[in-house]
């Protein structure tokens, strides 16, 4: 898949091994702009890895094949009800920022799950998150509402707003 992303064009591709350490390090610059994740450190590669679904994970590569972005899914439950409602995240690389990579990575997730049978995609964003709840809107989620200091980060209770995109596909 080749995606117009500005000033020059990326291409998005299963995000495999081969890109875990530019993933990862991706992952920590989000991490350490604060208003990403409660998450405090990146985890490593076996347990991101192990936690992410094979199937709902891609990578934005720059033309020299350097990793722009990331998105994966996770389950959100074993229940059978639940059993099309996965949850993601999606991270781009402070220089590769306001050209569309985050864009092109959530519309290659919402093509593989709706594919899947997947019907729900959701997300809980910080709502200092500009720019991720603008991305995610553009993208078709909308807000469910915001829980409010629903758990500390460094210390500080922080609300959190959850998003959703509930597939037309799929009835
Ligand atoms: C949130 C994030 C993924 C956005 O990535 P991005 O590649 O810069 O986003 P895009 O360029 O695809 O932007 C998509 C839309 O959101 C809008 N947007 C992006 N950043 C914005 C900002 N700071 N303020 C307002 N709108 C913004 C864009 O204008 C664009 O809309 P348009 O198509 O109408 O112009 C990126 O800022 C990031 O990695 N942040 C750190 C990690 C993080 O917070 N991840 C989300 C966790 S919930």
Redesign the pocket.
């Known amino acids: 898949m080749s995606v117009g992303?500005?000033s020059s064009s990326s291409v998005i591709v299963p995000l495999t091994a081969e890109h875990a350490e530019q993933v990862l390090a991706?992952y920590r610059?989000?991490i350490d702009?604060g208003?990403?994740?409660f998450e405090t450190t990146p985890p490593d590669w076996e347990t991101f890895d192990a936690a992410k679904l094979p199937d709902h994970r891609f990578v934005a590569l720059d033309e020299h094949g350097a990793v722009l972005?990331w998105v994966a899914a996770t389950k959100v439950s074993d229940r059978c009800a639940y059993a099309g409602v996965v949850e993601h995240?999606?991270?781009?690389?402070?220089a590769?920022?306001?050209?569309?990579?985050?864009?092109?990575?959530?519309k290659a997730l919402i093509d593989s799950t709706e594919q899947a049978g997947v019907w729900t995609i959701q997300?809980?964003?910080?709502p200092e998150?500009?720019?991720?709840l603008?991305?995610?809107q553009?993208?078709g989620f909308r807000v469910i509402g915001t829980r409010e200091r629903i758990g500390r980060h460094h210390g500080r209770w922080r609300d959190v707003v959850l998003v959703e995109r509930r597939s037309p596909a799929i009835d």
Not at 123 to 126: H, L
Not at 129 to 132: E, G, I, K, L, V
């Open positions: 992303t500005g991706i610059a989000g702009e208003n990403a994740t972005g995240s999606v991270y781009v690389h402070p590769a920022r306001g050209r569309g990579v985050a864009s092109a990575l959530l997300s809980g964003i910080f998150n500009a720019a991720s603008a991305v995610h553009r993208a």
